[in-house]
C-alpha cells in the first residue's frame, strides 16, 4: 500500500504563488500517473493535473498557463507549482497516485484572499 503525504497549502492573496509536494511511500513496486485534485466549496472533486511516468501531462483548462505540475521520481513526489492565483483557485487540493490502485492524500487546504 501507498501512503500520501502532502504540504505546501496555505493562505495567499490574488497573484501570488505556492508550492505544494506530496511524497509517496509504502510497498509498492511502480507509480503510474501522480496528480493533483481540487474541491472547493460546494462544488465537486475536480482534476488540476496528471503527470505520467513518460512525462504526459495533462492540465484542467482553468490552469492552463499558471500551474506546472512535475515529478521526482528518486524522491517519489509531485509537485504542483501554483502561479497567478485567483480566488476561485480556492480549495482542497488532494494527491492522487496510481500504483495497481488509487491512493489519495489527506489534502491540503489553498485559500486565495482578493
Known amino acids: 500500500q501507498v501512503q500520501l503525504v502532502e504540504s505546501g497549502g496555505g493562505l495567499v492573496q490574488a497573484g501570488g504563488s505556492l508550492r505544494l509536494s506530496c511524497a509517496a511511500s509504502?510497498?509498492?513496486?511502480?507509480?503510474?500517473?501522480m496528480g493533483w485534485y481540487r474541491q472547493a466549496p460546494g462544488k465537486q472533486r475536480e482534476l488540476v493535473a496528471l503527470?505520467?511516468?513518460?512525462?504526459?501531462?495533462n492540465y484542467a483548462d482553468s490552469v492552463k498557463g499558471r500551474f506546472t505540475i512535475s515529478r521526482d521520481n528518486a524522491k517519489n513526489t509531485v509537485y504542483l507549482q501554483m502561479n497567478s492565483l485567483k480566488p476561485e483557485d480556492t480549495a482542497v487540493y488532494y494527491c492522487?497516485?496510481?500504483?495497481?490502485?488509487?491512493?489519495w492524500g489527506q489534502g491540503t487546504q489553498v485559500t486565495v484572499s482578493s
Open positions: 492522487n497516485v496510481f500504483a495497481s490502485r488509487n491512493y
Open positions: 509504502g510497498s509498492y513496486f511502480s507509480i503510474n500517473v
Open positions: 503527470i505520467g511516468t513518460g512525462g504526459r501531462i
